[in-house]
């Protein structure tokens, strides 16, 4: 099979992974941090789906461990299916996660007076939605990664 960055069970793969579960992490966690955020069914789904792309990158993320440590080899086409599978699907859903909240962020911060009327802590919303989006991108190179390793 074909060596990559971001293949799994490589050192850039724990990389990408570590990566991907810290910014999902720390998007909850901002998102959780500003008071009313539960109100609306974005940020909402935005946690829901950094939570979901937090728990699959750290569950990766440990198989990385366990086969750098043991210097086995994750590149069986079943395995490699089930990752790109896993990949896209987490890569789709934070994507669509970060598109809504940030649709819902401008639309109060920029459109509406809504954020100074209501005491909204849009500022946080805005980094966690920022958060989103770079973990986004972190899903989409492994996403990408893992295609070029199945083709």
Known sequence: MKKMIGSPGTMS???????QCATAAASIGVMVSAPGFSSY??????????????????????LDVYAIRRRSDLQSPILLSLFAVGDWVTALL???AACS??????????DTVFCKQASLSCDRFQISVGLAFFNWGLAA???HAMF????
């Open 13 to 19: 793969g724990l990389i990408l992974r570590l990566g």
């Open 41 to 62: 069914t974005a940020f909402c789904f935005l946690v829901a789906s950094m939570g979901l792309q937090m728990i699959w990158s750290f569950g990766l993320a440990c």
């Open 94 to 96: 934070s994507l669509a």
């Open 101 to 110: 909240s940030a649709g819902v962020t401008v639309l109060f911060t920029k």
């Open 141 to 143: 190179i492994s996403s």
């Open 148 to 151: 070029w390793i199945l083709i």
